[in-house]
């Protein structure tokens, strides 16, 4: 049962252009969600988060938007660069040490 | 400040044998957790260690299991191996286990083959 969901697993964007990563979740319980970058050969690495009581968090470049009645966040990068060709990972938690991963996408920006 | 060190990095074992991962948490850090990556199914947690006791536990089967020692290291083993182990092991440490409040800091994994 995959409780946190990447259906899209690769996007490709041209340099400069918005990258928009999509991930949908099922369990109502999750009140804290977050992003990762992984790069080869190294652990993920994490981007930026949410509480689930606000619907926008801004950190930079990257936006996280959560719709808690679709049951969907996104993580916006603008403008996207090619250091950010990586695979981003959304995980979710319900207060426990318990981080639960979707699938992954991988990003590839071109220049 | 050191970040979380596994060892080994890369692993190949046969199937019917065992292994022991081991993950060296950031100085402080009291919370380790292990994950599994695989093709298409993302990380899979597996547990999580608080304080030497288990916390919290994935959904894998008993041929996995883990501890943690009081400098907060820890190791996971696998007993009786299976091709389908063949995977990325990740362990990540944190402060306190909270994901709210406290970030989740990755190892480079150990790349286990299974033959």
């Known amino acids: 049962d995959q409780q946190v969901k990447q259906n899209s697993p690769s996007l490709s964007v041209q340099e400069g252009r918005i990258s928009i990563l999509n991930c949908d979740y099922t369990?109502?319980?999750?009140?804290?969600f977050l992003w990762y970058k992984k790069y080869p050969a190294e652990g993920p690495t994490f981007l930026i988060s949410?509480?689930?009581?606000?619907d926008k968090n801004e950190d930079g470049r990257f936006t996280v938007f959560l719709n808690k009645s679709a049951k969907h966040l996104s993580l916006h990068i603008v403008p996207s660069q090619p250091g950010d060709s990586a695979v981003y990972f959304c995980?979710?938690?319900?207060?426990?040490?318990?981080?639960?991963f979707g699938q992954g996408t991988t990003l590839q920006v071109k220049p | 400040k050191a970040g979380v060190t596994q060892t080994p990095r890369y692993l190949i074992k046969t199937r019917g044998q065992q292994v022991t991962l081991s993950c060296s948490p950031i100085?402080?850090?009291?919370?380790v957790s292990w994950y599994q990556q695989t093709p298409g199914q993302g990380l899979q947690f597996l547990f999580e260690?608080?304080?030497?006791?288990?916390?919290n536990k994935g959904n894998f089967p008993g041929r996995f299991s883990g501890r943690q020692f009081s400098n907060s290291r820890s190791e996971m083993n696998v007993s009786t191996l299976e091709l389908g182990d063949s995977a990325l092991y990740l362990c990540?440490?944190?402060?306190?286990?909270?994901?709210?409040?406290?970030?989740?800091?990755f190892g480079p994994g150990t790349r286990l083959t299974v033959l």
């Open positions: 990540a440490s944190s402060l306190a286990g909270t994901p709210s409040t406290d970030t989740q800091y």
């Open positions: 995980a979710a938690s319900a207060y426990t040490g318990k981080l639960i």
């Open positions: 949410i509480s689930s009581i606000k």
């Open positions: 369990n109502s319980m999750f009140d804290y």
């Open positions: 260690y608080f304080s030497e006791t288990q916390r």
């Open positions: 100085s402080g850090h009291r919370s």
